[in-house]
T-cell receptor, first 111, second 113 residues
Framework: KNEVEQSPQNLTAQEGEFITINCSYSVGISALHWLQQHPGGGIVSLFMLSSGKKKHGRLIATINIQEKHSSLHITASHPRDSAVYICAAAYSGAGSYQLTFGKGTKLSVIP | DTAVSQTPKYLVTQMGNDKSIKCEQNLGHDTMYWYKQDSKKFLKIMFSYNNKELIINETVPNRFSPKSPDKAHLNLHINSLELGDSAVYFC????????????FGPGTRLTVT
């Protein structure tokens, strides 16, 4: 059974700061997802990655398969980035699909 | 156009009742999912389903059953509702199981009294 740990649980930053959220998992995976849950409850997929690095605007996600670790970075943070960020480790194989979620990191960006 | 839609948005019902939540996606995806988010905001996958295969999380009680009339719809039926079923239920879809990003519906807040 995969266990997914996120840190920190809560994070408060000043506008403009560089933010890093970490995610580690215990067993091999086929992909790792980063999700954003807005204060209103809606969930948006930010990234799905299985190796290396992906960038979208001010968001960057990296994964190190050997170390079973992924990070989500936000550059030049803005109050609208305030949300809960969730990582999820996915394993899919013949007839099997598992997705294990971390408990989320609540980010508050203060103007 | 909404990519993944769910109805109803809110559902309040009494213990013991049977209820359904509907989900539709217009993305042409092969795989759909149901997730439960509990009061502590922790997400858990309940089912993943494509037109060939249902994969069930073993912790889901058999009172919960997904029903798919076609590839674009995956409804969630819940029998004999219990207080502990109160949660937000999210539907999602992806190109194929485990492939591509998932697109989430807006969620259905179920309250069992």
């Amino acid at each position: 059974k995969n266990e997914v740990e996120q840190s920190p649980q809560n994070l408060t930053a000043q506008e403009g700061e560089f933010i890093t959220i970490n995610c580690s998992y215990s067993v091999g995976i086929s992909a790792l997802h980063w999700l954003q849950q807005h204060p209103g409850g809606g969930i948006v997929s930010l990234f799905m990655l299985s190796s290396g690095k992906k960038k979208h605007g001010r968001l960057i996600a990296t994964i190190n398969i050997q170390e079973k670790h992924s990070s989500l970075h936000i550059t030049a943070s803005h109050p609208r980035d305030s949300a809960v960020y969730i990582c999820a480790a996915a394993y899919s194989g013949a007839g099997s699909y598992q997705l294990t979620f971390g408990k989320g990191t609540k980010l508050s960006v203060i103007p | 156009d909404t990519a993944v839609s769910q109805t109803p948005k809110y559902l309040v019902t009494q213990m013991g009742n049977d209820k359904s939540i509907k989900c539709e996606q217009n993305l042409g995806h092969d795989t759909m999912y149901w997730y439960k988010q509990d009061s502590k905001k922790f997400l858990k996958i309940m089912f993943s389903y494509n037109n060939k295969e249902l994969i069930i999380n073993e912790t889901v009680p058999n009172r919960f059953s997904p029903k798919s009339p076609d590839k674009a719809h995956l409804n969630l039926h819940i029998n004999s509702l219990e207080l502990g079923d109160s949660a937000v239920y999210f539907c999602a879809s992806s190109r194929r199981a485990g492939e591509g990003e998932q697109y989430f519906g807006p969620g259905t807040r179920l309250t069992v009294t």
